[in-house]
């Protein structure tokens, strides 16, 4: 894929940084601060609407610093990436648990179960002429949960894990133990589908 962009990342989480370098990726970190207004109920719908939040948000900041700074802005085309991952059973959102016990909640719900765990990519491009494109898509990956617990459920809880994941946990942590099974792809799981992300900017770009 052609490197002729600079790539900006809407996100401060460091599974997402680490599978965007995982891949060779070169790019700069640039969190977005937006405030997460949601119009869709459909979990597909929900990822992909924060994703393209995330990343016009942060868009929306460059250009205004090239704007406030032109001596500093950078002649060259740059693209930002903005995501977002959902946890859904049956349709029900589990987003970040507020606190311990939420987490318990959550993880009981999700015992014995399958669950769909959803990304949503959106990216942005901004040429150096002042040109702007955006593109977006969803990867969806099943999980199957092994029976937990209640003191299974405490101990994974106690250890602080689970309280900054999408639905109180994270695949690649101590909680890969009661995986039973997914079906799709394992990266999309962990935050970031980058085969797929990798992919569809090199149709686009190339």
């Known amino acids: 894929m052609k490197n002729d962009y600079k790539i900006i990342l809407a996100s401060n989480s460091p599974r997402r940084k680490e599978l965007l370098?995982?891949?060779?990726?070169?790019?700069?970190?640039?969190?977005?601060?937006?405030?997460?207004?949601?119009?869709?109920?459909?979990?597909?719908k929900v990822c992909t609407e924060l994703s393209r939040l995330k990343a016009l948000d942060v868009a929306s900041g460059i250009r205004t610093y090239n704007e406030n700074h032109p001596g500093l802005a950078q002649d060259r085309d740059l693209i930002v990436i903005g995501s977002d991952t959902i946890v859904a059973l049956n349709d029900e959102i589990l987003g970040k648990p507020k606190d311990d016990e939420d987490a318990k909640k959550m993880l009981k719900?999700?015992?014995?179960?399958?669950?769909?765990?959803?990304?949503?990519?959106?990216?942005?491009?901004?040429?150096?002429?002042?040109?702007?494109?955006?593109h977006s898509f969803y990867e969806k990956t099943?999980?199957?949960?092994?029976?937990?617990?209640d003191d299974e459920i405490k101990e994974y809880v106690d250890?602080?894990?689970p309280?900054?994941?999408?639905?109180?946990?994270?695949?690649?942590?101590?909680?890969?133990?009661?995986?039973?099974k997914i079906e799709g792809d394992y990266y999309n799981v962990v935050g970031l589908p980058v085969s797929?992300?990798?992919?569809?900017?090199?149709?686009i770009i190339e």
Request: contains cysteine; glycine residues 12%; charged residues 25%.
């Open 21 to 44: 370098s995982q891949i060779g990726f070169e790019f700069e970190v640039w969190p977005s601060n937006c405030e997460e207004v949601i119009s869709q109920t459909e979990p597909s």
């Open 109 to 134: 719900k999700l015992s014995g179960r399958e669950h769909s765990v959803y990304t949503g990519v959106t990216f942005v491009f901004m040429s150096s002429d002042g040109r702007v494109g955006e």
């Open 196 to 203: 797929r992300l990798y992919h569809e900017l090199k149709n």
């Open 163 to 180: 309280l900054d994941k999408a639905g109180a946990y994270g695949i690649q942590g101590s909680f890969g133990k009661y995986i039973k």
């Open 142 to 149: 099943d999980v199957f949960v092994y029976d937990i617990d």
């Open 159 to 161: 250890s602080g894990e």
